[in-house]
């Protein structure tokens, strides 16, 4: 079982960064596939970016690439989401969830691989 409780949320202007954490506790979190995904309002969720188990290897969605970066740091079972030049598109509860570590280099965007979820930080962009 593992456990992921987000945090860092809040509101931003357009054009601000912000960054998310997403601190793991239970099962081996290093050996997990990292994902973040978001939902706004009256949408369906949707992939936001993708973290291997090494870190070595992110996968973003396009409407985030260049703009958000996906980390780790195993030792402190963190995830983070570093999400620069918002729009108030980006305006989203943001959730973090783990997957098995080979889910990245196959499925990294589907949500329904990803077994354990947290509960989730609202990021609300301003325009």
């Known amino acids: 079982q593992v456990q992921l409780v987000e945090s860092g949320g809040g509101l931003v202007q357009a054009g601000g960064s912000l960054r998310v954490s997403c601190a793991a506790s239970g099962r081996t979190f290093s050996s997990y596939c990292m994902g973040w995904f978001r939902q706004a309002p009256r949408k369906e969720r949707e992939f936001v970016a993708a973290?291997?188990?090494?870190?070595?290897?992110?996968y973003y969605a396009d409407s985030v690439k260049g703009r958000f970066t996906i980390s780790r740091d195993n030792a402190k079972n963190t995830v983070y989401l570093q999400m620069n030049s918002l729009k108030p598109e980006d305006t989203a509860v943001y959730y973090c969830?783990?997957?098995?570590?080979?889910?990245?280099?196959?499925?990294?965007?589907?949500?329904?691989?990803?077994?354990?979820w947290g509960q989730g930080t609202q990021v609300t962009v301003s325009s």
């Open positions: 973290i291997s188990w090494t870190g070595d290897n992110t």
């Open positions: 969830a783990a997957a098995e570590g080979w889910v990245c280099g196959t499925y990294p965007s589907w949500s329904t691989k990803y077994t354990y």
